[in-house]
Structures are given as structure tokens and as C-alpha cells.
């Protein structure tokens, strides 16, 4: 047989004189396809019929309608009676703007979220990364749980050797992190961000470079040459898009390096959003270092083998490897995260909030569309009590009537994209930076097409409640009487249900907005042990190829740091290399004098540390509670922890005055005092061990100056500048930031949540408060003939007042009691989203209580004041009349 | 002279002459395919013949129910006397245009 849709849809489509015979002639061309090629080419011959038909039909429509045809109404075919409500609805609904305006807008302010927000959760969760067959590509991540570490922790060089071995799990694995260096002899010297991978980086993700190659296998090795790909931007902008860019040099942290390869314009790198290069790794595979957790590892699975298969062949491979090393590998797993999750994993539950919070929205602007349909179906008994007695189905009348309202959702659907567009754009311009794939956000075919369908779902929904009610047969009085006389009118009760639903969405809505807007309000208050007042920091990398060792990297720091001290207006320059939310950290390994030396690397002790000057504690307003801090000089070797290290290590001993050394063979360090501790990673990072080594005992390359400086950062960028130009001329001071930025930005996700979901709610009230409105407004109006009565009576207007407020009052009382239970069974799942606040905060459930219940009081006021001013002269002569 | 026809009702005026008394749509697809190779949409046909219908050239009429469709009547077609007249002209019109023309456009001597 023939697809028996498309062949409905010709059928619809065709004109009634000819149809027969053009189905019958089709049936026939599809049965002789079939027999002579096969079922599916005469489906798809059937199909294609189909489609070039469309067109001819159409006009043999329109040329019909020109000839008289006494066939034409008998024969009418489905398509010409949709055609035929359509023009109905539009005259109708033309006609009545002040029904019209106000159903378009909700609708389309309501659908408009919701597509905004469905963009944002399409372009950063459910488009695929733009990798070649992105599903197959993996993060690699060795399992530590087994020895009470993460589960995510990234991988040790000789790890990565090991699984790249196993070819029938991972067709290839690359490794990646962070490089951050310099880039000299284009002008002023500036701070470049790019990733050092290993050689298979390119192969992993599946895209080449676009010009030139990727690396080979001999520039991975030790001391190979220095090698370079550059990403498409880079080359534009600092090369000017030279077609012969291939095979020239640049200056990377003090060495040459060929450029070899630029990557395609629109490439994503894997772990450095903006980086500019990429380089490989040189590392020493025959003999790779298995001690330190220093790689990122992506993998492509080999082909054919789906994940669940590759994590039992992963837990079997781990197994053999902890045989293998046992120093290192004992309890290590191995963690397989496809990279898209891995790369929206912490977006998540965000856009999962969102979502819903939006779809609550557009619930609400049906809830209220379909209101309005319910009052203005009351006011036209009437005409369909008219239209019924002449004989009109009820099918016929809900046809006819959910027309109406899809013609609504569609004109709200198109003015919604539109408001979508505006939305989208707000949002990629609010959006927190560093949010994944942001830029990927935009209206695509395919949200398009879920705004199409969340159209033709709402008009459904909000149309087929009160179309079903208006087409109730009402006997015979309905033409007669003047469709608003009866006391308990059509739908009277609906619309109570509807108020009630209305108000409980709301509440939830405005009970997740308090909650998150609370849990930003403590975030930005939390105390992260540390003053940003006033402090500003910049980085400061000295290339290892011109300061290589010790003595000379020493030199430099104590140069800058004097030289920045001297700036006027600095009150203390300190030195650190590692400064709060910026999110790096390192951590090594320690031992304590008089404790027995670590037999395998589980019984090694371990603190985070960061290299520091003497003035660090002091320029950033770190508290020390016991001992002193550091001296500049020490005779002896000094360091200061923090308490968690203190407890951690000497529970109820005195921790000053012990001593711990990095090495076997390295000198001892003296604890000189312990620091409060500081949240390095925001108020909602655990408090770790942390250790401050004086800079002069432990140079490492790459530190951050920190100035505390009233006045602004902006006023020291050209200042620290120049003081370390002064120094070195070839090395930049990058990213001058004062810390209270620094706090701004790390509470932006949270703010921006916060922001949006109140936003909502905030729009799920207003438009709550026009529902209760409408429907007051409704019933005071069905109801006239009773407050007159009343009046008549001597009711006074006060009465009259609360009789309809205290309608209102206890409608909206039920929504919120609703609201409530459904805010206590929602909020939970907010989980670590929430911080410093319960979900089931009481201040926030009353105060947003309380002010739905204003809201609503507020609403009803007009109607009731309207009730108050009800004539029953006029008002009983209306009714009788 | 009536106005110049579009291609498809031209073609299938002139499957309905070669055809006789046995045109109906897929006949008629069938012999545009032959003649030109094109796959026609079936609808397209009926659009034509439609128009065809209005200006007179053709018209149609009922076949007696047929037991292989199913019962269901073909509709067939026929050409008008002004229909053949019509494609009469367009023939002898056809003729005197393309005289002593190659495709390939090189000139030809008359004989």
C-alpha cells in the first residue's frame, strides 16, 4: 500500500471533482513501482508524487473556486473546512481586540521564554561538540575513590603511555593542559594562552590543522624542536591571515618556535577556551613519570566498542595495571566521562532549573489565554447556541473553536520568536563568562521546530478546556437568554481551578527564585578568609629559557617586588603563586620530621602550597592565629600552615616549631605560624591543607604580584607594568584584576540563575495577578444580579467589598497552600545549587507567601470596587429585562 | 489562434493525440516519459488537463467501473476538434521553425 499519510494528505488536498481518479491513478503507478523496483523506491516514487503535487493541486483549488460548482459544499473536503474556520477565526478574532491583544502578548511573552531558554539548553547541552563523531570522544579520568581521592582526578604521564597501549579500547588518547607563556618580538611583549598537548591531540578530536600538519612523533620527545600550531584567530590577527605563515617563527617564553600547522576558524579547544597555540608535549615515554596528577586525558574509543563496553574494558585494564605498578597504581580506576557531558556537567542542573522555571511561565500564559477564552465563550452563548440549533455538531463547534485558539498560539508563537530574539540576545550578553558553548546559542531549525511544537501544544491545551465547555449543550434556553443572566454561569467553577493552579505555579516559582536569590546573597557575604579590599593582582611569568634556575628566578622576584612597592599609592606588594578563584592549585608531597618515612605512595602526606613572599599575609588581610608569619632573610628555613594542615596533623599539639622538608635529601623548614584558613577555591570549596613557602627558599616559575593599593586597579596597570618592564622588557604583567572582581565573577553563575529565575518569577506573578483580574472581574459581573440583590437588602459597600475580596483571598489561599507542598517536594532536587540556605527556608516560603497573597488581594481590588458600585435598580431591571 | 500553451499542457495535448481514445494519467505519464524521459507528477497531469479542459482542447469522461482498480472508474480524456486543430498548427508551426536548424548549430544548406 501507498504511505498512507502522504496519500491522506493528497486526498485532502486534491480538488473533489478529480480525486478519485487521481488516487486511484497514483495507486496504480505506485503498484507498477512496486512490482517492477521494489517497495521502498515506490515509496519513495509515491513520496516524491506527492511533493511535485502539491503545487498543481493547489491551483486547480484556485481555479475552481472561480467556476460555479454545485459539488462544492457537499464535496468538501477536510483541508476546505480547516480553510473555512481559519478565515472564520480571523475575522472574529480582528474583530475583538481587546480579547485579541492581551491573549497575543502573554502568549508570545510566554513562548518567547521558553524559546530563549530551550536555545541556550540547545546550544550548550544538546548539540553535539564540533569534533568529528564527538560521541565516541572521552575524558579520561583515573578513579581515586578506592583511595579516598576523586573520582574525577586527572591521569600521571605514565598512565597516559599505558592506556595508550590498549588499541582494541582507545583508538587514540591525548593528553592536554594549560600553557600559559609569553609572546615576544611582536611588539610589546604579551601573555598567550594555549594548550600543551601530546601528539595525538589533533587525531583524539578529529580535526586537522587546516593549513600545514599536526606534530610528529619526533618533536614529542625530549629536547626535540620547538614546534607550534597556531589557532585560525591567532594567525589572523597577529599574522594578518599571511599565507605563508607555515614555516616562519615566534618567540614563546624566550624560545623559538616553527609554526607548523593553523587550525580550522571556528575550532574548539578541549580544556583552554581562548587558547591561541598549541604544542606538544615532550615528554619521556620510555621511562614517563608516575608520580604526579599533572594531565588531562582524552581518548577516542576505538571504533565500534559503546561505552559501557569500553568501562568494563577500562575497569579490566585498570586492574592490570595496578598489578603492573603497584607503587602508583594501587587503587587507581579508571573513569570514562563522554567529553560533552564532562563539558556541561556543571551546567546542568542550572538549565534543568531554568527549563523548568520557564515552562512554569508558559503554563501560567495558558492558564491565562485560556481564561480569556473562557469569559469571551460565555459571551458568545449565543451565537453558538444559534449555531448549534441550526445544526452544528459539537465536533463541529470544538473544531471550529480550537481554531481559534491554535490562530492565537500561532500569532503569539511568531511575535515569540521574536521576543526569543531579543531574549537570546540579553542572555549571550549577560551570560557569566567562562559559561561552555555560550556562543553556540541561536536560533536553529531546531528550535525553531520546538517552537513550532510548543505552539501547537499550547494552543491546544489552553483551547481545548474551554472549547469542550462552550460546546456543551445547553438545551434550548440558550438562545433566548442574554448568555450572562444565569448565576452559575459556564465554567464558573474551571475558572476557580484555574485561578487556584495559577497561583500554586507562581508560588513555586517565586519560592526557587528567594531560595537562589538567598544562596547568592550568602555567597557574596560568606567569609573566604582573606580581604579583597583594595588588592589587585597581575601574573608575572619569567621564561625558564632566560631565568633557568634558582638563583637568577630569585633575583627577578625580589626585583619586582621591590620595584612594585616602590609604585606611589601601594601601601604593601606581596608575591604568590597561587591566588583564590582563579582556580589553579598545586599540591606535593611532605614529610615531618621524626615520622617515619612513606613506605608507598599511600602513606605519603600531602599539602596544597603556594610559593610567597613575606608581605602576602598582610597585603591580602590573612589572619594568622597562632605564631608569627614569615620574615624576609630567615636564617633558617621557614614556613606558615593553616589550620586545616595544623589539625590535620598535630590534633591538639603545638604545630610551631616542627619541622618538614619536600625531599628526602631537602633542608628542614620550621613551622613559624598558622594561617586562618582561606577558601581558595569560593565559599563553597572544602577547606584544604595549605602551606606558605617563602619564594627566596623555593622559586618556582610563575607568580602573581599582589598589591593592596587604594585607588582602583586601573590606576596600577601601567604603573606595574612599567615597574617590571623596568626589570625585564620582555615580560608582560597579564591580567591585572583587582580580587573583589575576581569574587564578582566567581558568584556569576549563581547571580545569573538567580537573576533569571526571579525574572520569571517575577513575570509568573504579573501575570497570575491579570488571570485573578480577569476571573474577579468575571465573576463579579456573572454575579451583579446577586450583590444588587444584596444592596437592595442594605448591604453596605464594605461588605460587598469582602464578599469579593474575601473570594479572591481564599482562592489565591488554596493556590498558595498547593504552592507550598508542591515548593517542599521541588526544592530539594536544587541540591548543591543552594548554599547558605535551606530549601526549606521559612523566611522564603512566608515572605514570597505572603506576597502572592498582596498580589492577588491587589488584583481583585478593581472588580470589587466595582461590585461596590453595582446600581440594583439597573441591575435588576437588566436581568429581568 | 489561441496563445501558446506551457510545456507540460503542450506535452500532454500531444500524448492525448498519439494516444487516441485510451488517455488517462498514467498513460499519458507513461508516453511523456518515453518521448522526453521526464518522471511528470501525476498531479501536474491532471493540472493540465485541466486547463486544457477549460480552454476547450480536451475532455474528459468516465470509464465503467474496472474490476482490476479496485472497481474504481478511470477518468479518460479525449482530444477536442479544437484540440487537434490546435496541435496541427503547433506542429506545422514547429516545423517551419526549426527547418534547416541542427542542434549543434552549424549551418545546413537548404536542398
Known amino acids: 500500500m501507498p504511505p498512507t499519510v502522504v496519500r491522506g494528505l493528497l486526498r485532502a488536498l486534491a480538488p473533489a471533482d478529480v480525486r478519485e481518479a487521481l488516487?486511484?491513478?497514483?495507486?496504480?503507478?505506485?503498484?507498477?513501482?512496486?512490482?517492477?523496483?521494489?517497495?521502498?523506491?515506490?515509496?519513495?516514487?509515491?513520496?516524491?508524487?506527492?511533493?511535485?503535487?502539491?503545487?498543481?493541486?493547489?491551483?486547480?483549488?484556485?481555479?475552481?473556486?472561480?467556476?460555479?460548482?454545485?459539488?462544492?459544499?457537499?464535496?468538501?473536503?477536510?483541508?476546505?473546512?480547516?480553510?473555512?474556520?481559519?478565515?472564520?477565526?480571523?475575522?472574529?478574532?480582528?474583530?475583538?481586540?481587546?480579547?485579541?491583544?492581551?491573549?497575543?502578548?502573554?502568549?508570545?511573552?510566554?513562548?518567547?521564554?521558553?524559546?530563549?531558554?530551550?536555545?541556550?539548553?540547545?546550544?550548550?547541552?544538546?548539540?553535539?561538540?564540533?569534533?568529528?563523531?564527538?560521541?565516541?570522544?572521552?575524558?579520561?579520568?583515573?578513579?581515586?575513590?578506592?583511595?579516598?581521592?576523586?573520582?574525577?582526578?586527572?591521569?600521571?604521564?605514565?598512565?597516559?603511555?599505558?592506556?595508550?597501549?590498549?588499541?582494541?579500547?582507545?583508538?587514540?588518547?591525548?593528553?592536554?593542559?594549560?600553557?600559559?607563556?609569553?609572546?615576544?618580538?611582536?611588539?610589546?611583549?604579551?601573555?598567550?594562552?594555549?594548550?600543551?598537548?601530546?601528539?595525538?591531540?589533533?587525531?583524539?578530536?578529529?580535526?586537522?590543522?587546516?593549513?600545514?600538519?599536526?606534530?610528529?612523533?619526533?618533536?614529542?620527545?625530549?629536547?626535540?624542536?620547538?614546534?607550534?600550531?597556531?589557532?585560525?584567530?591567532?594567525?589572523?590577527?597577529?599574522?594578518g591571515g599571511d599565507a605563508n605563515v607555515v614555516g616562519q617563527r615566534i618567540m614563546l617564553g624566550g624560545e623559538s618556535h616553527e609554526i607548523v600547522g593553523v587550525m580550522p576558524a571556528g575550532f574548539r579547544p578541549v580544556i583552554v577556551a581562548n587558547a591561541e597555540m598549541w604544542r606538544p608535549e615532550r615528554f619521556n615515554l620510555v621511562t614517563p613519570a608516575r608520580g604526579a596528577v599533572v594531565l588531562r586525558v582524552v581518548a577516542r574509543l576505538a571504533p565500534g566498542v559503546p561505552i559501557d563496553r569500553a568501562r568494563a574494558q577500562a575497569a579490566t585494564l585498570a586492574g592490570t595495571l595496578e598489578a603492573r605498578h603497584p607503587d602508583f597504581n594501587k587503587g587507581v580506576g579508571i573513569n570514562l566521562v563522554p567529553l560533552q557531558d564532562q563539558v556541561v556537567s556543571d551546567v546542568r542542573p542550572g538549565l534543568i532549573v531554568l527549563s523548568g522555571a520557564v515552562l512554569f511561565v508558559l503554563l501560567i500564559a495558558s492558564v491565562n489565554v485560556a481564561n480569556l477564552l473562557l469569559a469571551r465563550a460565555s459571551n458568545r452563548t449565543r451565537e453558538l447556541g444559534v449555531r448549534m440549533a441550526l445544526g452544528a455538531s459539537r465536533a463541529r463547534i470544538v473544531r471550529q473553536l480550537l481554531t481559534e485558539s491554535l490562530l492565537l498560539a500561532v500569532v503569539g508563537g511568531v511575535l515569540g520568536i521574536g521576543v526569543s530574539l531579543i531574549g537570546i540576545q540579553a542572555l549571550v550578553a549577560l551570560a557569566p563568562s567562562g559559561l561552555p558553548r555560550i556562543e553556540e546559542v541561536g536560533l536553529s531549525t531546531r528550535v525553531l521546530l520546538f517552537a513550532a511544537a510548543m505552539t501547537t501544544?499550547?494552543?491546544?491545551?489552553?483551547?481545548?478546556?474551554?472549547?469542550?465547555?462552550?460546546?456543551?449543550?445547553?438545551?434550548?434556553?440558550?438562545?433566548?437568554?442574554?448568555?450572562?443572566g444565569a448565576v452559575g454561569g459556564p465554567g464558573r467553577r474551571t475558572r476557580r481551578l484555574l485561578i487556584i493552579g495559577e497561583v500554586a505555579v507562581a508560588l513555586v516559582l517565586l519560592v526557587g527564585g528567594g531560595l537562589l536569590l538567598r544562596t547568592f546573597a550568602a555567597l557574596q557575604k560568606s567569609d573566604l578568609g582573606f580581604d579583597p579590599t583594595d588588592v589587585t593582582v597581575g601574573f608575572v611569568i619569567p621564561p625558564a629559557a632566560r631565568y633557568p634556575d634558582a638563583v637568577s628566578r630569585v633575583a627577578f622576584y625580589d626585583q619586582i617586588l621591590e620595584r612594585a612597592q616602590a609604585v606611589p599609592g601601594v601601601r604593601t606588594a606581596a608575591l604568590a603563586s597561587v591566588i583564590p578563584l582563579t582556580g589553579g592549585d598545586s599540591d606535593m608531597d611532605f614529610q615531618i620530621e621524626g615520622a617515619p618515612p612513606p613506605r608507598t605512595p599511600d602513606e605519603s602526606t600531602?599539602?596544597?602550597?603556594?610559593?610567597?613572599?613575606?608581605?602576602?599575609?598582610?597585603?591580602?588581610?590573612?589572619?594568622?592565629?597562632?605564631?608569627?608569619?614569615?620574615?624576609?632573610?630567615?636564617?633558617?628555613?621557614?614556613?606558615?600552615?593553616?589550620?586545616?594542615?595544623?589539625?590535620?596533623?598535630?590534633?591538639?599539639?603545638?604545630?610551631?616549631?616542627?619541622?618538614?622538608?619536600?625531599?628526602?635529601?631537602?633542608?628542614?623548614?620550621?613551622?613559624?605560624?598558622?594561617?586562618?584558613?582561606?577558601?581558595?577555591?569560593?565559599?563553597?570549596?572544602?577547606?584544604?591543607?595549605?602551606?606558605?613557602?617563602?619564594?627566596?627558599?623555593?622559586?618556582?616559575?610563575?607568580?602573581?604580584?599582589?598589591?593592596?593599593?587604594?585607588?582602583?586597579?586601573?590606576?596600577?596597570?601601567?604603573?606595574?607594568?612599567?615597574?617590571?618592564?623596568?626589570?625585564?622588557?620582555?615580560?608582560?604583567?597579564?591580567?591585572?584584576?583587582?580580587?573583589?572582581?575576581?569574587?564578582?565573577?566567581?558568584?556569576?553563575?549563581?547571580?545569573?540563575?538567580?537573576?533569571?529565575?526571579?525574572?520569571?518569577?517575577?513575570?509568573?506573578?504579573?501575570?497570575?495577578?491579570?488571570?485573578?483580574?480577569?476571573?474577579m472581574s468575571y465573576l463579579v459581573a456573572q454575579r451583579t444580579p446577586e450583590i444588587a440583590l444584596r444592596v437592595a437588602l442594605g448591604a453596605r459597600a464594605r461588605e460587598v467589598l469582602w464578599l469579593v475580596l474575601g473570594d479572591a483571598v481564599r482562592l489565591a489561599s488554596i493556590g498558595v497552600a498547593l504552592g507550598l507542598g508542591a515548593s517542599l517536594l521541588l526544592t530539594p532536587s536544587f541540591g548543591t545549587m543552594l548554599y547558605g540556605v535551606s530549601p526549606f527556608d521559612p523566611l522564603t516560603l512566608a515572605l514570597t507567601s505572603a506576597a502572592l497573597l498582596v498580589v492577588a488581594t491587589l488584583a481583585s481590588v478593581i472588580p470589587a470596587r466595582r461590585a461596590t458600585r453595582v446600581s440594583p435598580v439597573e441591575a435588576l431591571k437588566e436581568s429581568s429585562g | 489562434m489561441a496563445a501558446a500553451l506551457p510545456r507540460l499542457e503542450l506535452h500532454v495535448l500531444v500524448a492525448l493525440l498519439r494516444l487516441g481514445g485510451d488517455a488517462y494519467a498514467i498513460a499519458i505519464h507513461d508516453d511523456i516519459e518515453q518521448v522526453s524521459g521526464t518522471d511528470a507528477s501525476i498531479a501536474g497531469i491532471y493540472n493540465a488537463l485541466d486547463r486544457l479542459e477549460q480552454r476547450g482542447l480536451a475532455r474528459s469522461a468516465w470509464s465503467d467501473p474496472r474490476p482490476e482498480r479496485g472497481g474504481r472508474a478511470r477518468r479518460f480524456y479525449k482530444l477536442t476538434a479544437a484540440g487537434r486543430e490546435y496541435v496541427r498548427r503547433e506542429q506545422a508551426m514547429a516545423t517551419r521553425l526549426w527547418a534547416g536548424v541542427s542542434a549543434s548549430g552549424d549551418r545546413r544548406t537548404r536542398p
Request: aromatic residues 8%; charged residues 20%; hydrophobic residues 45%.
Open chain 1, 457 to 484: 501544544l499550547t494552543g491546544v491545551l489552553f483551547g481545548l478546556v474551554p472549547a469542550l465547555q462552550a460546546s456543551r449543550d445547553r438545551g434550548p434556553g440558550t438562545v433566548t437568554s442574554s448568555g450572562r
Open chain 1, 23 to 239: 488516487l486511484a491513478d497514483l495507486d496504480e503507478g505506485f503498484e507498477r513501482q512496486l512490482r517492477n523496483r521494489g517497495a521502498r523506491p515506490a515509496r519513495r516514487w509515491y513520496r516524491r508524487q506527492a511533493i511535485t503535487g502539491v503545487v498543481p493541486l493547489i491551483r486547480m483549488r484556485a481555479q475552481r473556486r472561480h467556476l460555479p460548482s454545485p459539488t462544492r459544499e457537499t464535496h468538501m473536503t477536510s483541508f476546505d473546512a480547516v480553510m473555512r474556520d481559519v478565515r472564520y477565526a480571523i475575522r472574529l478574532l480582528w474583530r475583538s481586540p481587546s480579547f485579541t491583544l492581551p491573549a497575543v502578548l502573554t502568549l508570545a511573552l510566554g513562548l518567547g521564554a521558553t524559546t530563549a531558554i530551550f536555545s541556550v539548553v540547545h546550544g550548550v547541552m544538546l548539540t553535539p561538540l564540533p569534533y568529528a563523531s564527538p560521541g565516541g570522544i572521552v575524558t579520561v579520568f583515573q578513579d581515586m575513590r578506592a583511595r579516598g581521592g576523586p573520582e574525577q582526578e586527572w591521569a600521571t604521564p605514565g598512565n597516559l603511555v599505558d592506556w595508550s597501549a590498549e588499541t582494541t579500547l582507545f583508538a587514540s588518547v591525548a593528553s592536554i593542559r594549560q600553557l600559559a607563556t609569553t609572546l615576544t618580538g611582536m611588539g610589546e611583549p604579551e601573555p598567550i594562552l594555549g594548550e600543551q598537548v601530546s601528539r595525538s591531540y589533533f587525531d583524539v578530536l578529529g580535526v586537522p590543522p587546516a593549513t600545514g600538519r599536526g606534530f610528529r612523533e619526533d618533536e614529542a620527545v625530549p629536547n626535540a624542536p620547538r614546534v607550534v600550531v597556531l589557532s585560525h584567530g591567532t594567525w589572523q590577527r597577529r599574522f
Open chain 1, 606 to 775: 600531602v599539602t596544597w602550597y603556594r610559593i610567597v613572599s613575606a608581605s602576602y599575609f598582610d597585603a591580602m588581610g590573612i589572619r594568622l592565629v597562632r605564631g608569627r608569619g614569615l620574615t624576609a632573610r630567615d636564617p633558617a628555613p621557614e614556613v606558615v600552615i593553616n589550620e586545616t594542615l595544623a589539625k590535620a596533623h598535630w590534633p591538639g599539639q603545638e604545630p610551631i616549631g616542627r619541622r618538614v622538608r619536600f625531599s628526602q635529601d631537602g633542608s628542614w623548614f620550621t613551622i613559624a605560624g598558622v594561617a586562618a584558613d582561606v577558601k581558595y577555591q569560593g565559599a563553597r570549596g572544602e577547606s584544604r591543607n595549605q602551606m606558605f613557602i617563602p619564594y627566596w627558599h623555593r622559586p618556582e616559575g610563575g607568580i602573581a604580584l599582589v598589591l593592596k593599593a587604594p585607588g582602583g586597579a586601573d590606576r596600577f596597570v601601567r604603573p606595574l607594568k612599567d615597574a617590571v618592564a623596568q626589570v625585564d622588557k620582555d615580560i608582560p604583567v597579564a591580567r591585572i584584576t583587582p580580587m573583589t572582581r575576581l569574587i564578582a565573577v566567581s558568584i556569576e553563575r549563581p547571580r545569573f540563575l538567580a537573576l533569571l529565575v526571579v525574572l520569571f518569577a517575577g513575570l509568573a506573578a504579573v501575570l497570575s495577578a491579570v488571570g485573578i483580574l480577569g476571573v
